[in-house]
């Protein structure tokens, strides 16, 4: 079983570690050279609690602060030059928490010691 979201993580690493020096140059500046790697699709924290609800089985009651009724400014980060340099996702936010959650489920006994 793989944990996609760092198998994507670790595949774009690599991407970026093997392109020219040049191909890097054009899209980063020495001060910086910061590439984000992500999906590029927003989420909500709330259609992230109901996916992770599914994932796990969760059927608990969930209290959000409606204190803060605007929620979490936005957060998406732009993956605009690492897509720029041909790479991209292969795997989507539910399908990498389903196989680290039954990855986790599999192996809690051995990890947790």
Same mark, same amino acid.
């Given at each position: 079983m793989? /944990?996609?979201? /760092?198998?994507? &993580?670790?595949?774009? @690493?690599i991407h !970026? &570690?093997?392109l020219p020096l040049e191909q890097y140059r054009q !899209?980063?500046?020495p001060r910086l @050279?910061? /590439?984000? !790697?992500?999906?590029?699709v927003?989420? @909500?924290?709330?259609e992230l609690? %109901? /996916?992770i609800q599914e994932v796990t089985g969760? %059927?608990?009651?969930i209290n959000y602060d409606t204190s803060k009724p605007d929620g979490a400014p936005r957060k998406l980060m732009d993956n605009a030059k690492l897509n720029g340099?041909?790479?991209?996702p292969e795997y989507e936010l539910k399908e990498g928490l389903t196989n680290a959650y039954e990855w986790f489920v599999e192996n809690y006994e051995r990890v947790s010691k």
């Amino acid at each position: 079983m793989r /944990i996609n979201q /760092i198998d994507d &993580m670790a595949r774009a @690493s690599i991407h !970026v &570690m093997n392109l020219p020096l040049e191909q890097y140059r054009q !899209v980063t500046d020495p001060r910086l @050279s910061h /590439i984000n !790697v992500g999906s590029g699709v927003d989420c @909500s924290i709330a259609e992230l609690v %109901e /996916i992770i609800q599914e994932v796990t089985g969760f %059927e608990g009651i969930i209290n959000y602060d409606t204190s803060k009724p605007d929620g979490a400014p936005r957060k998406l980060m732009d993956n605009a030059k690492l897509n720029g340099l041909g790479w991209l996702p292969e795997y989507e936010l539910k399908e990498g928490l389903t196989n680290a959650y039954e990855w986790f489920v599999e192996n809690y006994e051995r990890v947790s010691k």
